[in-house]
Nanobody, 116 residues
Framework: QVQLVESGGGLVQPGGSLGLSCAAS????????MGWYRQATGKGRELVAT???????NYADSVKGRFTISRDNAKNTVYLRMNTLKPEDTAVYYC??????????WGQGTLVTVSS
């Protein structure tokens, strides 16, 4: 079994910054693409950013230039640095990983609230 544990959510004012991290643990053979998704109240889950094992990144248009995804393969950990946060970034952020033998795995989610 492989688990993803997120940390770093919380309350931040508009224009502020916040960092999220997600660590995978358990019976890991190899983790390929990792990513972050988010779901705001009353809306569907949407892609925020993904990063391949070789560090190729992809971002949603709404976060380009403000968010940065990175990873540490040795630690099976993915990070999301969020700058210039807006109220519309308020959502539950979910970590996602594609494990070679177990398929897609989701974290439990961490709440990010952008409000003054």
């Amino acid at each position: 079994q492989v688990q993803l544990v997120e940390s770093g959510g919380g309350l931040v004012q508009p224009g502020g910054s916040l960092g999220l991290s997600c660590a995978a643990s358990g019976s890991i053979f190899r983790i390929n693409t990792m990513g972050w998704y988010r779901q705001a109240t009353g809306k569907g889950r949407e892609l925020v950013a993904t990063i391949t094992r070789g560090a190729i990144t992809n971002y949603a248009d709404s976060v380009k230039g403000r968010f940065t995804i990175s990873r540490d393969n040795a630690k099976n950990t993915v990070y999301l640095r969020m700058n210039t946060l807006k109220p519309e970034d308020t959502a539950v952020y979910y970590c996602n990983a594609l494990e070679a033998t177990r398929g897609t795995i989701w974290g439990q989610g961490t709440l990010v609230t952008v409000s003054s």
